[in-house]
């Protein structure tokens, strides 16, 4: 995902030199705030992507068995006592 972001951001820098070669500084009226837009998103999305990611652990570990504590809602209800009545 970072690695992503960083070729998104690269490619818009490498585009908007180059249209500023072309056209002069009236692109950068367009493409700096683009280009801040841009960053500001990718910052966004990773910025939400660890509680999103701790979350479906949460969710994945639920479920699993192996994680799961021994016993139950019903568990021991069935068995009988240990102690037993003396006489």
Request: a positive charge; glycine letters at 10%; hydrophobic letters at 50%.
């Amino acid at each position: 995902m970072l690695r992503l972001g960083a070729t998104v951001v690269a490619m818009e820098v490498v585009a908007l030199v180059v249209a500023y070669g072309y056209f002069g500084w009236a692109v950068l009226v367009i493409g700096t705030p683009a280009l801040v837009f841009t960053t500001g998103v990718l910052l966004a999305v990773r910025a939400s992507e660890a509680p999103r990611r701790k979350l479906q652990a949460h969710r994945a570990a639920r479920w699993d068995p192996e994680a799961a504590l021994p016993g139950g809602l019903m568990s021991g209800f069935f068995d009988p006592s240990k102690q037993r009545p003396q006489g």
